[in-house]
């Protein structure tokens, strides 16, 4: 032993060989720490933890007690300025919401701009005569002039049906669907509007829903339109948390596509032949709200479902898809069809309807914080980086990956992560200096690979899969 040493002492060629292998084994200790640990959790932003703490449940129940007041919100129900004043009708609550975000805009020396989106459907499917229907929404205009054109959206229905979706006359209290998802959005425009961000955030309140997304459809096809760069759609509809006795209101669905709605023949060919049915941005946007729960724990867990939405239902983040942005749905864990779509009646001790008393106010703040919380982050983050390529030119089992630097200039560094084809959730991470190119000693044909970029404080982008580079 005590001349092998010697020996490497005077051997300039053996020492190297030492080092060499020491430094594989400082690797390779290294690599199996990667893959063995799950993924770090992001860092928490102190300002955003204090603004989730502000959430309300009597705001909430507040919100959702004063949208049933309305009686009825069917799109087709009143909106002339007699039913607005006696405060009945769409036409009211439409008002009303307005006149909350212009509330929570004053409170923040006029940091919203309150506008609606206002249109005329003509008749056609569940739309019996030409209406009008409004969108009401709040911008928060970002705070860096560059990042700000980069958008963040939350979104719930204000529009309610009854058993007949014709009816506009029965009550129609729609507290759970939509009331719930409403409430989330405004109670997110009312804490998060006391912060600043670098990039726009809109709250958005939708009608036409139950019609057939009438009015998430106008809003996503104008800010298409408009080359609006909506980096993602939360879409919030019956997270009221039902109090029935089989309800977890320890999770929260997150409904997201997989194969992109908008996708072109060319890339739904590369999905199929390179395995991409699990990485749509909407897929990115469930496992990056995944990652804020894990870093925020507002109460709940996200439940990620790998697909569109329910069976038989529809909803306005498909609106967003639609129009190739991401987006995904929320919706309590297990809904009650009682209470949902209904006449408010009791039939053999049986109630139905959706009223106020089945909705529990403190799972909808629970849900409202993971919204606040994902928003919060997204406005936070640096754009994510653009052009990610993945290097196929030669057969080789190393990756490496290239892509065009965030825009914004408020890069730190990025982080490559990586999971198995079979994996929902991204399992390794190997941060990078701030450069545009890294090679990863693990094989392409093995994983799915993705970059994100981090800001100094720690704020991670969405996560973009790589696109194949000859
Ligand atoms: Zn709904």
């Not at 032993?1 to 594989?24: C, D, E, K, N, Y």
């Not at 006449?343 to 049986?350: A, I, K």
């Not at 109630?351 to 982050?377: C, H, I, Q, W």
């Amino acid at each position: 032993m005590g001349s092998a040493l010697r020996t490497f002492h005077f051997h300039p060629r053996a020492t190297s060989r030492i080092l060499l292998a020491v430094a594989a084994i400082a690797w390779l200790t290294m690599t199996i720490a990667v893959a063995q640990d799950a993924l770090p959790v992001s860092p928490s932003d102190p300002q955003i933890a204090t603004a989730l703490q502000r959430i309300s449940s009597s705001r909430i129940q507040a919100t959702i007690e004063r949208l049933v007041s309305f009686q009825t919100r069917s799109t087709l129900s009143a909106a002339d300025p007699a039913a607005i004043a006696g405060g009945h009708g769409i036409g009211a609550a439409r008002e009303w919401i307005k006149s909350e975000f212009e509330r929570y805009s004053h409170d923040c020396g006029g940091c919203l701009e309150v506008k609606l989106d206002t249109f005329t459907e003509l008749p056609g499917g569940r739309i019996p005569k030409a209406t009008e229907i409004s969108n009401v929404y709040a911008v928060m205009k970002g705070a860096d002039p560059e990042s700000a054109k980069r958008i963040v959206l939350v979104t719930g229905h204000y529009d309610s049906r009854n058993s007949d979706n014709a009816d506009i006359s029965n009550p129609a209290p729609g507290a759970n669907d939509d009331g719930s998802g409403t409430a989330v959005s405004l109670e997110c425009a009312r804490v998060l509007s006391q912060l600043k961000f670098p990039a726009t955030i809109i709250f958005l309140t939708v009608a036409g829903e139950e019609q057939g997304l009438n009015g998430s459809r106008h809003f996503a096809q104008m800010a298409k339109s408009q080359g609006w760069d909506i980096e993602a759609a939360l879409n919030n509809d019956i997270v009221g948390g039902d109090r029935s006795p089989q309800q977890d209101t320890s999770v929260v669905r997150v409904f997201s596509e997989g194969v992109p709605t908008a996708g072109t023949d060319a890339e739904l060919r590369q999905i199929r032949s390179l395995g991409g049915e699990s990485d749509s941005p909407s897929r990115q946007l469930a496992r990056y709200i995944a990652d804020v729960d894990r870093t925020y724990a507002p109460g709940i867990k996200p439940m990620l479902i790998f697909r569109l939405d329910r069976y038989l239902r529809g909803g306005d983040h498909t609106s967003f898809n639609e129009q190739g942005y991401a987006a995904v749905r929320f919706t309590e864990f297990r809904e009650d069809f009682n209470h949902q779509h209904q006449n408010v009646r009791s039939e053999n001790g049986v109630e139905f309807g959706d009223l106020p008393k089945f909705v529990n106010f403190d799972y909808v703040a629970m849900v409202a914080r993971l919204n606040a919380a994902t928003l919060a982050s997204l406005a936070s983050a640096p754009a994510p980086p653009a052009k990610v390529g993945l290097l196929t030119a030669k057969l080789e089992n190393d990756s490496t990956l290239t892509w065009d630097q965030s825009p914004g200039g408020r890069v730190a560094n990025y982080e490559v992560v990586w999971r198995a084809t079979t994996s929902p959730e991204w399992e390794h991470l190997q941060s990078v200096e701030n450069t545009t190119r890294t090679t990863i000693p693990v094989s392409k044909d093995n994983v799915i690979f993705a970059v994100r970029a981090v800001d100094a404080q720690g704020h991670r982008s969405l996560a973009v899969p790589p696109l194949p580079e000859r």
